[in-house]
């Protein structure tokens, strides 16, 4: 799966909890959850939805590592093989 695919995966995560959000004005350099305004719980749905939609399990302990958009393409990408 490349970068776009993963980075449009962990968007519709997003937009499953928080709809409302301007992802056209997503930063991708900055915090998801302030950006978002998500709360943990949202954000643990974030992760079960890119579960769901790309079959990796994300540990808790790296939920840090994901908290930018880049970040998150980062580290997916490197758990998928990308």
Do not use: C
Not at 12 to 17: E, P, Y
Not at 55 to 75: C, S, W
């Amino acid at each position: 799966m490349n970068p776009s695919a993963i980075r449009q995966a962990v968007i519709d995560a997003l937009s499953s909890v928080a709809p409302e959000g301007d992802y056209d004005r997503l930063r991708p350099d900055r915090g998801l959850r302030e950006q978002l305004d998500i709360d943990s719980y949202d954000f643990l749905t974030v992760m079960v939805r890119l579960h769901e939609s790309l079959g990796v399990d994300v540990p808790e302990a790296d939920y840090g590592k994901l908290a930018t958009l880049d970040e998150a393409v980062v580290y997916l990408a490197a758990r998928l093989g990308a």
